[in-house]
């Protein structure tokens, strides 16, 4: 069985406030991601070991960055000469291309971090779990790639799995030692499984392994 944390069931209201909070908590995460590249802050706890995992969509966001900067100057060249149209668009194509390069970031500086206290496991600006090695019974490498649309939460006989894809794909698996309470930006759920994908998942095994034979 699946379940999903999607808008069909609610009321048209709640509808509309929550897509209108999820715009401005992504926009918001694209200007912090922004200045965190900047500043060169990423979001690793002290002690630990970054592990990348934006390398499957990297490129397809890096062909549309490039294409969206090469188009702004196109656009503006064809439409100069009317000032009423050339300004709304020239401010439309350097927020989405500011959007897009945020986007981008928001992965590469929040990396998934193995370290003492645990594993955070990240996904982009807007997931981000914090998950001690008591939380843990363990951890290895399984992929799976899934159909597009399907539930980023499903239930089965076992408890409730958290998907975290990439291009619709995980290669590790955390099994937990019992029910944690996660924040996505649906909104709150418990679950007993999460499924990540990580650039480099030998590395990121041997790491987490280390630390949980201390436990």
């Given amino acids: 069985m699946t379940t999903s944390t999607g808008l069909a069931h609610r009321p048209a209201r709640r509808r509309l406030a929550y897509l209108a909070r999820r715009a401005l908590q992504m926009e918001i995460a694209v200007w912090r991601s922004l200045y965190r590249f900047v500043f060169r802050r990423p979001r690793v706890p002290r002690g630990a070991t970054a592990f990348?995992?934006?390398?499957?969509?990297?490129?397809?966001?890096?062909?549309?960055?490039?294409?969206?900067?090469?188009?702004i100057p196109v656009i503006d060249l064809v439409v100069h000469r009317w000032a009423y149209i050339r300004i709304p668009i020239l401010i439309a194509g350097i927020w989405g291309l500011t959007w897009m390069?945020?986007?981008?970031?928001?992965?590469?500086?929040?990396?998934?971090?193995?370290?003492?206290?645990?594993?955070?496991?990240?996904?982009?600006?807007?997931?981000?779990?914090?998950?001690?090695?008591?939380?843990?019974?363990?951890?290895?490498?399984?992929?799976?790639v899934a159909e597009p649309r399907t539930p980023q939460v499903t239930t089965d006989d076992e408890g409730a799995t958290l998907h975290l894809r990439m291009q619709h794909e995980t290669n590790l698996e955390i099994e937990l030692d019992h029910p944690v309470d996660v924040r996505l930006p649906q909104g709150p759920t418990t679950v007993g499984r999460l499924r990540i994908y990580a650039d480099q998942p030998r590395q990121l095994l041997a790491e987490a392994r280390v630390h949980l034979e201390n436990v």
């Fill in 52 to 71: 990348s995992y934006h390398e499957p969509v990297s490129q397809v966001l890096i062909v549309f960055i490039v294409l969206s900067a090469i188009e």
């Fill in 101 to 144: 390069v945020g986007l981008l970031l928001g992965f590469v500086t929040r990396p998934h971090a193995v370290g003492p206290q645990g594993i955070r496991v990240r996904h982009g600006a807007e997931v981000e779990i914090a998950l001690s090695w008591g939380d843990i019974r363990s951890i290895s490498m399984k992929k799976k």
